[in-house]
Each structure stands twice: as C-alpha cells, then as structure tokens.
C-alpha cells in the first residue's frame, strides 16, 4: 500500500520567463511579435510624440486657464478663459440662474443611481438603477419644469446648454428600449394585425432620417392640430426621438429574441406560462442579455444625436456653443470650445461603454471577454 511519504515531491511551480508575462510580455506579444510589427509600432510612437508633444504644450502646459477676457490669453497657446466664463450657459442655456440649483440636484441624483453602476462590486447598485428609470424621471421634471410643490414654472424654451441634451438623452433612453421591446414582440407575434402595425411603424421611423423627424415635430405636426391646440415643442421632439431610436431598439431586441434556442420556448410552455410571463421570466432576459452591445452601441448614438435639435431652435450644449464662439470679444475660440463638447461627449458615452462591458461580464454574455 503505497503512502504519503512514498510519493514523490512535488517540485515547485516555476515562475514564467520574465520576457513572456507583464508588461514586456504584453508589449512582446502585441507589439513587437515580429519585425515588421515592431517597425510599424516605432514609426507610430514616432508619429504620436511628434504630434502628441506640441499639442499638450498647446493645451495644457502653456494654456491660459485664469482670467475674465481675452486679455489673459495669447494666441499662441489654448484659451480655457472662454470656457471657464462662459460655463454656466454651456451647462444651463437660458434657464433662470437663481434656479439652476434644481438642475444641479437632478444632476446630483444621476450621478448617484448610475455612477455606481460602474463599480461592479459596490453593494446597493440593483436599487438605485431601479430607482433611476423609475422615481427619477418625475422627480427630475418636476425639478427641472417646476410648477409643483411651490417651484416656479420655467418654460422649457429656457432651457439649453448640457441640461438640456441630458434631459433628451435620458428620456429617450428610457422610453425607446420599452419601445422596442414592444415593437420586437409585435413583430414576431402570431396576430397578423399586431404583427403587420409592428412591421409598418418600424420600417416607416427607420426609413425616415432623424432630421426629417424633428423637423415634422417641430413645424408639421401643429399645423394638423385643431384651432387653438398645441402642445409643447420639447416634448413634440421627445416623442420623435424615443419612436425613430425605438424602432431601431426593435431590430436589436428581435435578433436577440431570434438567437434564443426553440428549446426555451418549449420549455416554458410545457411549465403552463402564459405569454407575458414566459417572456418576461424566460424569453426576454436571455434575448436582452445577449444583444447588450447592440443596445448599447443604440443608446450612445441615441445621446450623440441629440446635438440635431440645434436645427429646430433648442440650444443644446452644440448650440450654447455655437451661440457664443461668434462674440468678437473673444475672437478665434473655436477650437477649444469644440473640444471642450468633444470632453463631454467623450466622458458619457465611455461611461455607458464600461457599463456595458461590466454588465457583459457580470452576466457572462460574451464569449471573449478580456
């Protein structure tokens, strides 16, 4: 009988060759895998300094950041001046300045349901992201609009500048994935009318460019309402963009629909569901899982198009922008103020963009995930 001493020792895991693991074996088997991989990589790093080097010298090493005029600044180096003083109109527009703190509250409550959502292993994140396509909503347009609870009204021709563009991308995120939902069930539905209104509303808002849509929300739509009836144009717009981006959703969330196996299907019928749980207990939660990158990749041309409304007379962040890089008293800005948009733009589509990869992850819903 053979016993524990007379096994042989194990001998110790050796550690991988230093040139394969890190840093350098990162850089060895990415970068420099072959000699004219490292060629390309040099002359690129070439290429990079050459211009990365003057353009940090130019906006931020020799910037000019402090100041109220065009005085403080010298041409030769990036005018952050301009911004820094023109802030509040690129963030509020024409909303009444002794009332932005309500936009700063709204602004606040964002940030606490959906930045942690970044955070994978924060406790309490189901919660808030409840609480976000939930309570908030109301609670942000009645900050924002007022009218209740002793809050002055503020028309919402006031209001403009990041407010604004977040106010439209948000709502249509949270109106068009419902949307599409609904639109995909339609058109795989066994009811011929059903499925045959589902197909039209979808190929009409898709085969219809989206400056097209706000133009008839904008000018045609009140010219076929009765005598003395309108509505307001914001919420014309609202609707346009939550119906164009929720028949593109439907495309996505049928193909997901489409990829479920027949198998589940059976399945939840054999357990004597009716339509509406197998959906939403079976069917739609794998379906959603794995078209989260189509979603997504949906939702961050949802928030980048939004910039459109500028055509319609809603100053959005583009528009505060544009609005003000013509004042003579501060001559050529342009270019920073385009990247200053470009920063923005920037920072929330890479947030939804690691959400997404985060909730990959989570879920499992990708095969490659690194």
Request: hydrophobic share 55%; with cysteine.
């Amino acid at each position: 009988m053979t016993t524990p001493a007379d096994l042989p020792a194990t001998e110790p895991e050796l550690r991988p060759p230093a040139a394969q693991a890190g840093v350098f074996g990162w850089l060895r088997k990415n970068l420099f895998s072959t000699w004219y991989n490292s060629l390309l990589t040099l002359a690129l790093a070439y290429a990079l300094v050459r211009l990365l080097v003057p353009f940090l010298d130019w906006a931020v090493f020799d910037a000019h950041f402090l100041g109220s005029s065009e005085a403080d600044c010298s041409r030769t180096a990036a005018c952050w001046v301009f911004v820094g003083q023109r802030l509040d109109f690129f963030i509020y527009g024409f909303y009444p300045e002794t009332e932005t703190w309500r936009a700063n509250i709204v602004f606040a409550m964002i940030a606490l349901c959906f930045v942690p959502q970044m955070v994978p292993r924060l406790p309490g994140r189901r919660p808030l992201l409840i609480l976000g396509f939930t309570v908030l909503p109301v609670a942000g347009f009645i900050l924002i609009h007022g009218g209740l609870f002793g809050l002055a009204s503020v028309a919402t021709n006031k209001w403009g500048g990041l407010m604004l563009t977040l106010v439209l991308a948000y709502a249509g995120m949270v109106a068009s994935l419902p949307i599409g939902i609904l639109l995909a069930l339609g058109r795989r539905s066994h009811m011929p009318a059903i499925r045959g209104l589902s197909v039209a509303f979808i190929e009409l808002w898709r085969g219809v460019p989206l400056i097209t849509v706000l133009f008839m929300a904008s000018v045609m739509i009140p010219l076929f309402l009765p005598h003395g009836v309108s509505f307001d144009k914001l919420l014309r717009v609202f609707i346009g963009i939550s119906c164009f981006w929720g028949a593109y959703m439907a495309e996505i969330v049928r193909g997901g629909l489409q990829a479920i196996p027949s198998g589940q299907y059976e399945a939840a019928d054999a357990l004597g569901l009716g339509y509406w749980k197998k959906m939403m207990l079976i069917i739609l939660p794998q379906a959603l899982k794995t078209v989260i990158p189509g979603i997504v990749n949906t939702l961050i041309a949802l928030f980048k198009d939004t910039t459109l409304v500028l055509i319609i007379g809603l100053f959005d962040i583009l528009g505060t922008i544009q609005a003000t890089i013509t004042d003579p008293a501060w001559g050529d800005v342009t270019t920073e103020a385009y990247l200053f948009v470009a920063a923005l733009f920037f920072i929330f589509t890479f947030g939804l963009s690691l959400y997404s990869r985060n909730l990959e992850r989570k879920l499992r819903a990708g095969a490659g995930d690194d």
